[in-house]
Structures are given as C-alpha cells and as structure tokens.
C-alpha cells in the first residue's frame, strides 16, 4: 500500500457550540479518523449511506478550532486518500430576553403566528436534517470489496457484529479467496460476547492467517489471538 500524503484542508465549517454538523463524502469507502492533534471538542455522532456517499454526524461540545481527518482506503488499487476538514466552533449567540407574555387567549383561539425554531448551521454541500419522527435507513452492504473491508472494521469497532459479518460473507462470495485481514476480522468478530459468538471458527480464522500468510502485517496479531485460544480453550482442539 502506498504512504499516505499530507493532506490539505478541503473544507472549512463555522458553527455556534452545540450546533449539528453534518460533512458528506462521495463514495462508501470513507472513515472518520477523529481530530488530527488527537483535541476533544468534537463529538462523533453517527454516519449515513445516502445515494452513492455517506455522511458523518458530529456535535461540537467545546469552543476553539479543530481539524477533523477523513480517510478512504482502496485496497485493491493499494492507494489512501486523506482529507481535511477544518472546523471553527463558536460560543453561542446570546437569547434576547422575550418580552412579557401577553394575557391568554380565549379559549379556542389561535395565536396569529408562531417563532421559528434556531435554523442548523448550513454546510457546504450540506444536506437537510432528517425530521427528528424519520425512522433511520436501512443498511445496505456495499457493493466493492474494499468497501466492504472497510465496512465491516467499522461495524466491528461499533461491536455491530451482526452487520460485520455480513459484510465479511458478502466479500468472500466475491472473492472466494479471501485476504488476510478478512480472515483476521472474522476472528476478533468471532470471539466477541454474544449469540454470534463462536470460538471454534475464530481460532480457526486466525490460525489460516498465521498459516497462510506469513508476510501479513496481521500475522502477530492473528498468531497471538490463536495462541490464547489455544492455551484457555481446551474443547477446541
């Protein structure tokens, strides 16, 4: 794989403290690697699929300029893509006092106009908020390889192990072979606390990582986990 290039600020965002934010991204392929000096400040959210791009959610808890990184790996062609995004957060505006109430209404009457809600900082491209009721999407898996590489280590490190898994299956029905970190991401999905987990097949996994590919930068890993299996799970040999 080739060394990642210093990238540049893409874009920049200005945003009143505890405002929404959303960034979008073309392609499915995208991760959210945190703020690039490691600073607090920026909430990760969560993140959607929407047409052939995703879009991360963040919420700003601290005042102070920051600069999130955003990385897109493919695997196949052995590249890594980096962009910036610099983001200002500012303390927020200051509520004028509202006047005093006005005597109620007679019953049954209806107020001749009602205040708008604060409006979302607009991001550019940015998209709408979805109404707050709007229920959340449904996952769809990607569609190539290295997204789906890229999908699974996500939902992995989320602990969504169902979704990881299928995203796994998903890629070896494309290429049967496999990779080694395929294999190496079964095993730490495997051996996960829960109704999918499955200590046989996770051994199993890490132990064709350390047998079949000995040059992978997973390798000490994998032998590692296979090891500890080895020596605390005595049913499985």
């Known amino acids: 794989m080739s060394p990642e290039r210093q990238a540049d600020i893409a874009r920049k965002i200005a945003v009143e403290l505890g405002t929404r934010i959303e960034i979008p991204f073309e392609g499915t392929g995208w991760t959210y690697l945190g703020e690039r000096e490691g600073r607090s400040g920026i909430l990760y959210e969560s993140r959607r699929y929407e047409a ?25 062609r052995g590249t890594t893509n980096e962009e910036l995004v610099g983001v200002t957060v500012s ?27 604060p409006a979302v900082a607009a991001l550019p491209p940015a998209t709408a908020l979805p109404p707050a009721t709007a229920l959340p999407p449904a996952v769809a898996l990607p569609r190539s390889p290295e997204d789906l590489l890229l999908f699974a280590r996500n939902e992995l490190a989320a602990m969504r192990i169902a979704t990881a898994l299928s995203a796994l299956d998903r890629f070896l029905q494309l290429y049967p072979a496999g990779m080694d970190e395929v294999f190496y991401l079964y095993g730490l999905a495997l051996e996960q606390a829960g109704p999918l987990k499955d200590i046989k097949r996770a ?29 605390h799970y005595f049913d499985i040999r």
Not at 52 to 76: H, K, T, Y
Not at 213 to 226: G, H, I, L, N, T
């Open 91 to 117: 303390p927020r505006a200051a509520v004028a006092v509202p006047p005093a109430a006005s005597p109620a209404a007679p019953q049954g009457a209806y107020p001749t106009s009602i205040p708008s809600a």
């Open 203 to 231: 051994y199993a996994s890490y132990r064709r990582v350390r047998d079949e590919y000995p040059q992978s930068e997973f390798w000490d890993k994998a032998a590692a986990r296979a090891l500890y299996i080895d020596r």
């Open 52 to 76: 052939s791009g995703i879009v991360f959610v963040l919420n700003p808890n601290q005042r102070g300029e920051f600069i999130l990184r955003f990385q897109r790996q493919d695997l196949l």
